[in-house]
């Protein structure tokens, strides 16, 4: 799944500095979700998030890479603790 968001998604997200880490769908209380993972090398915060789900979101709808019902989830990578030294 990965790979086949990554052809539709990356070229689409790359003027704001991201790229499509993880995807994968998932099932939770007989919810079918479509999980895309986004990366950058600076910080992704909510607003680029919605940016980037704006743009995401018809890409989506049109490529039909999931039977039926489901919910698009959107978020960024996690990103490790910053430690002072």
Request: glycine residues 4%; hydrophobic residues 40%.
């Amino acid at each position: 799944m990965t790979e086949k968001v990554k052809e539709l998604v990356d070229s689409a997200v790359c003027d704001l500095g991201l790229f499509v880490s993880e995807a994968y769908i998932s099932k939770e209380d007989n919810i079918t979700s479509l999980n895309i993972i986004l990366d950058s090398d600076s910080i992704i915060d909510l607003d680029l998030i919605t940016e980037a789900s704006r743009i995401i979101n018809p890409i989506m709808d049109d490529a039909d890479l999931v039977d039926g019902e489901y919910v698009l989830d959107i978020s960024s990578k996690e990103k490790g603790e910053v430690k002072d030294e």
